[in-house]
């Protein structure tokens, strides 16, 4: 069974700093994997997604994520934070052919300090 | 284009009442898939339609169903409501099904308030 693990529900940076969210993976099959945000009282937004054709992704917004396949890892940077980037993120895995469930790590709560 | 639109945005009702959501999916999507969300269990898949037919279910019971119109429309409902469904019910819907280039796109959810 695929699992998503997000380590820290809460973190803090301050604006202009480096964001870094982690996201490791499980999965039994060469993943699909994507970074999603959520703004408050709002659905989920797509920052980037994985999905075999290059290890380092660019996504929307400055983001940008990198797949070690070694470290079963999906980690999420943005160079320097901006206020706008508060948020919830989420990393998700899908698996190939068949499906199009996702399955949703517990997420990740960004705060940005002025 | 416009994105997916999920009616109604907010919703309350009580215990032992039954609830029907709708979502529209982007235009020509084909695939639309519902997940709960809560803050204690997180994002949860309930399940998926692609051409009207239900590919895929998730471990909810079954006062949970759905159903996909031919027009890719999408429904859920949930009978007999129980205080623990209250939760923000998100459709997501993509162009076709299992691709590798298939993205979801989510809508804004219906709040669900069960009192």
């Known amino acids: 069974a695929q699992s998503v693990t997000q380590l820290g529900s809460h973190v803090s940076v301050s604006e202009g700093a480096l964001v870094l969210l982690r996201c490791n993976y499980s999965?039994?099959?060469?993943?699909?994997l994507f970074w999603y945000v959520q703004y408050p009282n709002q659905g989920l937004q797509l920052l980037l997604k994985?999905?075999?054709?290059?290890?380092l992704v660019k996504g929307i917004n400055g983001f940008e994520a990198e797949f070690k396949k070694s470290e079963t890892s999906f980690h999420l940077t943005k160079p320097s934070a901006h206020m706008s980037d508060a948020a919830e993120y989420f990393c998700?895995?899908?698996?190939?052919?068949?499906?199009?469930?996702?399955?949703f790590g517990k997420g990740t709560k960004l705060t940005v300090n002025p | 284009k416009a994105g997916v639109t999920q009616t109604p945005r907010y919703l309350i009702k009580t215990r032992g009442q039954q609830v029907t959501l709708s979502c529209s999916p982007i235009?020509?999507?084909?695939?639309v898939s519902w997940y709960q969300q809560t803050p204690g269990q997180g994002l949860q898949f309930l399940f998926e339609?692609?051409?009207?037919?239900?590919?895929n279910k998730g471990n909810f019971p079954g006062r949970f169903s759905g159903r996909q119109f031919s027009n890719s429309r999408s429904e859920m409902n949930v009978s007999t409501l129980e205080l623990g469904d209250s939760a923000l019910y998100l459709c997501?819907?993509?162009?076709?099904?299992?691709?590798?280039?298939?993205?979801?796109?989510f809508g804004p959810g219906t709040r669900l308030t069960v009192l």
């Open positions: 997501a819907s993509s162009l076709d099904a299992g691709r590798s280039l298939n993205t979801q796109y």
């Open positions: 999965s039994s099959v060469p993943p699909y």
């Open positions: 994985y999905t075999s054709a290059a290890t």
């Open positions: 998700a895995v899908r698996s190939q052919g068949g499906s199009e469930k996702l399955v």
């Open positions: 235009s020509g999507h084909r695939s």
């Open positions: 339609y692609f051409s009207e037919t239900q590919r």
